[in-house]
């Protein structure tokens, strides 16, 4: 129906709202610990700030280049 949706709430021919833009990625720095990294990743993906930071660290544990990654979006990132 062209992207109509019939509800009681809604009567026919009313489109719906369209869905919000995604947010951009940023660092967060309300809720920073270090650099706002794990917190802005966080926000962008709708998760929880220490889910992220959690699974940052136990990442930390195997090897890569993951300290060095933060590090560099720590410098590419805006910050809020």
Partial sequence: MDGVTV???RPEGV???PPPPPQRL???SDR???GGVCAG???RFGLSATLVR???LLSCLLPGPQIV???I???LLPSE
């Fill in 69 to 71: 990654l933060y590090i």
């Fill in 32 to 34: 920073a610990l270090i």
């Fill in 26 to 28: 940023r660092r967060d």
């Fill in 7 to 9: 509800t009681p709430e």
């Fill in 15 to 17: 489109r719906a709202p």
């Fill in 41 to 43: 990743l966080a926000l």
């Fill in 73 to 75: 979006l720590w410098v």
């Fill in 54 to 56: 959690v699974l940052f």
